[in-house]
């Protein structure tokens, strides 16, 4: 029973990082995997909780090589750029993560999410980062006087900006990133001495 909803999963996987969320039916998926439509629906109520599962999978992976990646000896300003670019790279990289881009997409896994879970997306995106931002203001290396959630809060919206670009203007971007994580950083790491 496990092995038709890994081979599902698998087949899904496969399929999506091929043609695209848009682009894949439940149709597509069972005749890889071999299984009867029916089949399908016995193990996803739909091809969004499919997507959304290997979504969130392929996220949690991008985040753990992230952090294993970081020099945490360096200065919070230097990290967090580290962890940025090491995010969108890998976003970028990977077609199933890359979804994150694609508006009408992105926001029926996010509302799926929201729904199944009472969570906003962006607590599933940098869970991994907060227990570093509670240690740098320990440490005095950032602010005490603002919650560390609503630290968390202001990076998920810096890494938002990057999904409007177009709105914004392709031609400032990367470099209207790297200053706003200029900015903000100075203003979190501007702690009494």
Same mark, same amino acid.
């Given at each position: 029973m496990e092995d038709k909803k890994t081979k599902i999963y698998d087949c899904g996987k496969e399929i999506f990082s091929n043609k695209g969320f848009k682009d894949t039916n439940v149709s597509d998926i069972t005749k890889k995997a071999g299984i009867a439509i029916g089949t399908f629906y016995n193990y996803y109520p739909s091809k969004e909780k499919l997507f959304m599962d290997i979504f969130l999978e392929e996220n949690a992976k991008l985040k753990k090589n992230c952090m294993e990646s970081l020099d945490m000896t360096q200065s919070p300003v230097i990290v967090i750029r580290q962890m940025m670019a090491l995010n969108v790279e890998g976003i970028i990289s990977n077609p199933i993560l890359k979804e994150w881009y694609n508006k009408s997409v992105f926001g029926k896994i996010e509302q799926l999410y929201r729904e199944e879970?009472?969570?906003?997306?962006? !607590?599933?995106?940098? !869970?991994?980062f907060h227990e570093i931002v509670q240690q740098w203001q320990t440490e005095g290396k950032m602010r005490s006087d603002m919650d560390s959630k609503m630290i968390m809060m202001v990076f998920a919206a810096m890494i938002n900006v990057e999904t409007h670009k177009e709105e914004i203007g392709l031609e400032f971007f990367p470099q209207l990133l790297d200053h706003m994580m200029e900015l903000i950083m100075k203003g979190l790491t501007d702690c009494p001495k």
């Open positions: 879970t009472g969570i906003q997306v962006n !607590d599933f995106l940098y !869970d991994s």
